[in-house]
């Protein structure tokens, strides 16, 4: 009987530390999501205040343009970002946008081979990352984990990520499980 016992206080710690570990990671999660937020909030309205109504199309389009071929930098005088950095923002999330799209489809592909018969797919990131990789797409650091998070907050995706006893993320130690709203 004090075995028992034993092993059911054990079990009990053990599940209140994992408990604690997923509650840190989750808030930090939470925080970094509400960063990004932010920082795409701002990045939105400082290219709406780069445009300005009364202009043509054409000169919209001009100006975009030799704002892509302009150098970064930001001047201390104009007060903040140029238009440069606005453009090279732009084209960070268009690019950040293919790769999404790509991982999605490389996860439904993956929940297709993986679904058993009247359940859900799974998959993992590690075998999307991969397969990413073998296909010759370039993903920097941090952008997978920043899209699979973006899925699993629009519910195109379930599954918890693994974190280590201090409360950082394992790499590709994601489950990537089928919404059954999905099927």
Known sequence: MGELREELDTERTR????ESTLRKGMDKERRRREGA?????????ELYALR???QSPE???????????????CSRRSGGRTAAVVAQGVRE???SMDLKTKIMALIEEGWDRNRPPGGVGTTDSATIYTRLLAEGVDVSPGAM???????SAEGQIIGAQAFDTEGRQLHGARAIIEPEWRL
């Not at 599940?15 to 994992?18: F, G, I, Y």
């Not at 937020?37 to 309205?45: F, N, P, S």
């Not at 001009?62 to 970064?72: D, I, M, N, Q």
């Not at 984990?145 to 899925?151: F, G, K, T």
């Open 59 to 73: 000169t919209v389009e001009e100006e975009t343009e030799r704002a892509e071929r302009a150098p970064l930098c």
């Open 145 to 151: 984990a920043r899209i699979l998070e973006d899925l």
């Open 37 to 45: 937020e932010r920082e795409r909030d701002d990045l939105r309205r």
């Open 52 to 54: 300005e109504p009364r």
């Open 15 to 18: 599940r209140e530390m994992a």
């Open 93 to 95: 999330r268009e690019i």
